[in-house]
C-alpha cells in the first residue's frame, strides 16, 4: 500500500461540517517543497504531515500557500486520524512535536481534548483600512501574535458580516478574529470568525488556535474557566474551551472520517514507500 491521506471535518460529530483539514501520516520524510504541493493539491485550509518519533509525532501543518507555526484544527484531524486508524491504541496519548513546542491530546469518550499555550491580546489601534473592510462598527481592537482580535457590539452583526477581502489583504496582520457574546438565550457563551485571505483563507471554518486568543479575553470578562464556543462560518463547528488562568488553554472538539485515499505513485515523488 502507499501514502495514503485521510480528509476529516473538525469540530462536528458531522460530515460537510466543521473545518476540513487533510492529514498525511508519512511512511518516509518528505521535504518541505513535497508537503506545500500536496498541501496545494489537496486545496484545505489545512493539510497536516506527521512522521513517526520514539514517544511521539512531528508535526507539521501547511496551508495551499504557505508552512504555520499552530493549526488546532488540523492537530484535532491528526489525533482522529491517530487512534481511528490504528496508529495509538485508545487509551494512549498522542503527542505532537511541532514549531509551537509539544502539543498533547487525549481522548475523552466522543471527545479530543488538546493542551495548547495560551495567546494573550493586548489593546491596539487598528489601521482605519480595518474597520472599512469588515464594513461594521466594532467596540474594541487587540492584538496578539495570531493577529487582530476584534470585539463587535452584537452576535448578529459576527454572523451577517461580510468583509472586503482584497482590502484585508493589503492590512500588514494576516489574521483577522471577530468574536462577541451570544444572544441571553444561546447554548454558546460567544461566537467568533475568522478571516486570513493573506494566508489563501478568505475565511476558515473553525479554528483551534484562535480559541487560545478567545479563552482568556472571554474568561477575563464573563469570570469563568469553562467556556463553550460556536464559529459562526457557513460550516460552522463547537469547541469546548476550559482556561484558569495559566500558560495552557485546552480545547475539546468531535470529529469525522469523510474519506481516504491513497497517492498515485506519480505523486509519491522520487522515494519509494
Known sequence: MGQIITQVDAFTNTVFAGNPAAV??????????????????????ETAFLV???????????????????????????????????????NE???F???????????QGEWIELDFPVNHSQATVAPRELKQALGVPYKSVFLNSFGYLVELESEDLVRQMQPNFQIL????????????????????DFVSRLFAPGLGIDEDPVTGATHCCLAPFWRDRLHKNELLAYQASRRGGVVKVYYDGGDRVFLAGQAVTVLRGELSRKAEGRREF
Open 169 to 188: 489583504k493589503t492590512l500588514p496582520i494576516s489574521e483577522i478574529i471577530v468574536t462577541s457574546l451570544t444572544h441571553p438565550d444561546s447554548q454558546y
Open 24 to 45: 498525511c501520516v508519512l511512511l518516509t520524510p518528505q521535504d518541505d517543497r513535497w508537503m506545500q504541493n500536496v498541501a496545494q493539491e489537496m486545496n484545505l485550509s
Open 93 to 95: 496519548v498522542a503527542r
Open 97 to 107: 512535536y511541532t514549531k509551537s513546542g509539544v502539543l498533547i491530546a487525549k481522548l
Open 52 to 90: 513517526r518519533q520514539d514517544d511521539g509525532f512531528n508535526l507539521r501543518w501547511f496551508t495551499p500557500t504557505v508552512e504555520v507555526p499552530l493549526c488546532g484544527h488540523a492537530t484535532l484531524a491528526s489525533a482522529h486520524v491517530l487512534w481511528s486508524e490504528g496508529h495509538l491504541s485508545p
